[in-house]
């Protein structure tokens, strides 16, 4: 959890531009989204006030989804640039470069014939081009069919799209791609480099917090002349790196380069996570998910996986570093399946105020972070206090603003060290209490949330009587509701909870009326829509299991439910249970209740 308090965004002023995610939809488009928590960057310097803005949920994007787009060649004589161009120079002959123009909506203009003698090949190094051309014949296109279950109609799924992303071989006959870009699959299908043929593919494992998912291959045809990709360790700041996959403007691979501008604890768009990443100014499109980031000798150094898209901001690009794709490979190896990455269940504060160290008892050689909030579910709740201050973790000492050493000249977030572990371990942790210095031996776990980010694949849950609908809220529910711009849009008290709210038992859900389809008997009730359930019967609503329970098993004469606001809802048991049949019928819904609620 991070270490200052969330908080609701404040919507962009300027119009936040279109999703680097282009479905090809079958016929009609259902599109793709993520997603994300504000992504931390320095200021800008010519508009510091604004950059909340620039780092807001809707401006980072991930990049799996393509579509072809329509090109446009321009008639004529390229158009002459002045000599204060800021387009980029070749480096063989000083020309300056025609780039494409990204017109936000999928379109995008390119050089014409005549302009393309502009383009000259530069002089390449033949012992680098030697060692990373085997890579990229290891790198492969990813074709998925997708059908994302209904949030707001739960009972059916929306129609089916395609999408395309990239991904690349490693050992064990196994290929590596983004999460996002397998989400939801039916049916996924690998395309080799220079082959005319697609084979289907079997999901693995699928990270959502890593955003990484792993796939195999049946066909042995398929991995004939292919050679796993090897990995670098953590490239440093200003490291050439070569984005290589299938995006936008093509079908054959593509090559584009930059250099490491940033190592930092980056916000995963997908995961709705915070761990290591890797921005880059390599030019990183629609399609180029799932591929390989190699450094200069060849060796992967990260997975290409989400870029930001705003006006102030150019050329900046994430990747997935090889600590985080290391973390997942050996997770699925030690544990057969995906386990995630742990966290400590805290909520912290810094320690950068001199009297606030001196009140809470240290002395002036300790630093630390002071614990704001505990997990109720989490292991930790059971040894930490709040206000106790974490000093140290597995050894290594925290600063005051919950940093730890990196690398040389280097510091970072110390949940970085968090995520080095696995769901299991234990960590030392050595807390100061009432000017006390105590040292507990914590084993970690997964974080579960009120408001889950992701249904991993599971259809969302459902029950209905009398036209009440209910279901529980989740991130890809308010999203269905209220579009991306949910986080202002949705209700104030919805996305209190979604923020700041924690679970007080490990099966505790948000249940709400999500819609009343209307009949005789819901007359007075048609306005109610997304509005908690608090209790029914004088009884506390824990999860909709305990709901529908509760309301399957009542021989009250009225059921009564509490909503919030409030507000409550009362029926006659007999009428509501022998009308909802009918509902049921006029609406073809095939069941009053969710699979999972009838075990």
Wanted: a neutral charge.
């Amino acid at each position: 959890m991070g270490g200052n308090k969330r908080k609701r965004p404040h919507k962009p002023k300027t119009s936040a531009p279109e999703t680097l995610d282009h479905p090809t939809p079958a016929p009609s488009p259902a599109p793709v989204t993520a997603t994300a928590t504000a992504v931390t960057a320095p200021n800008s310097a010519s508009n510091a006030a604004s950059m909340e803005d620039v780092f807001s949920v809707s401006n980072v994007e991930l990049i799996d989804n393509t579509a072809s787009p329509r090109v446009r060649r321009h008639r004529g004589r390229p158009k002459k640039l002045p000599v204060h161009s800021d387009k980029p120079l070749s480096l063989a002959t000083g020309r300056r470069l025609s780039r494409p123009l990204d017109k936000g909506d999928g379109d995008f203009s390119v050089p014409s014939d005549a302009g393309m003698s502009t383009l000259v090949a530069m002089d390449v190094d033949k012992g680098w081009e030697a060692r990373v051309l085997p890579a990229m014949d290891s790198v492969v296109k990813v074709f998925c069919v997708h059908t994302e279950p209904n949030f707001s109609l739960p009972w059916q799924r929306k129609r089916q799209y395609s999408s395309s992303s990239s991904g690349f071989v490693i050992g064990g006959r196994r290929v590596l791609t983004n999460a996002h870009s397998v989400e939801h699959y039916t049916q996924v299908k690998l395309k080799k480099r220079g082959s005319d043929t697609k084979y289907l593919a079997t999901v693995l494992a699928i990270g959502t917090e890593c955003d990484i998912a792993m796939l195999t291959v049946d066909d042995d045809e398929f991995w004939q002349g292919m050679s796993p990709v090897e990995f670098g360790e953590l490239p440093a700041l200003q490291d050439a790196v070569t984005v290589v996959g299938y995006p936008i403007g093509g079908d054959t691979i593509s090559v584009t380069s930059g250099v490491v501008s940033r190592i930092e604890i980056l916000s995963y768009v997908h995961g709705s996570t915070e761990l290591l990443g890797l921005q880059i100014d390599a030019a990183i499109n629609s399609g180029n998910s799932g591929g390989p980031a190699f450094n200069d000798k060849g060796n992967c150094v990260g997975i290409a996986f989400q870029s930001l898209k705003h006006e102030d901001a150019e050329n900046i690009g994430y990747v997935i570093p090889t600590p985080v794709i290391m973390h997942f490979i050996r997770d699925y190896e030690k544990n057969g399946g995906y386990t995630g990455f742990p966290i400590l269940g805290v909520e912290w504060q810094k320690m950068e105020n001199p009297d606030l160290r001196m009140a809470t008892g240290m002395r002036p050689d300790q630093k630390g972070v002071r614990i704001r909030r505990i997990d109720p579910t989490a292991p930790e709740s059971k040894v930490l206090k709040p206000s106790d201050v974490i000093l140290s973790f597995d050894g290594i000492d925290i600063a005051n603003d919950g940093t730890v050493p990196f690398r040389h000249g280097e510091r970072i977030g110390f949940s970085y060290l968090i995520s080095q572990k696995y769901t299991g371990d234990n960590a030392a942790i050595k807390v100061l209490r009432n000017a006390n210095i105590l040292k507990f031996d914590i084993k970690l776990e997964t974080h579960r949330r009120l408001i889950p980010s992701h249904s991993k694949g599971k259809p969302p849950s459902y029950y209905i009587i009398a036209g009440f609908v209910f279901t529980t809220v989740s991130v890809p529910y308010l999203r269905s509701e209220y579009g991306k711009d949910y986080e202002y849009e949705a209700p104030v008290k919805l996305l209190d909870k979604l923020l700041h709210s924690m679970p007080q038992s490990p099966d505790e859900q948000l249940v709400v009326v999500s819609q009343v389809l209307v009949a005789d008997i819901n007359i007075g009730y048609e306005d109610i829509v997304n509005i908690q359930v608090l209790g029914f019967n004088g009884k506390p609503v824990k999860n909709l299991k305990s709901l529908a329970t509760m309301v399957e098993s009542c021989n009250d004469e009225y059921l009564k439910f509490d909503l919030d606001y409030d507000q409550i809802v009362v029926l006659r048991t007999k009428t509501a249970k022998a009308t909802t049949l009918d509902i049921l019928a006029t609406h073809c819904i095939p069941s009053a209740m969710s699979d999972d609620l009838k075990s």
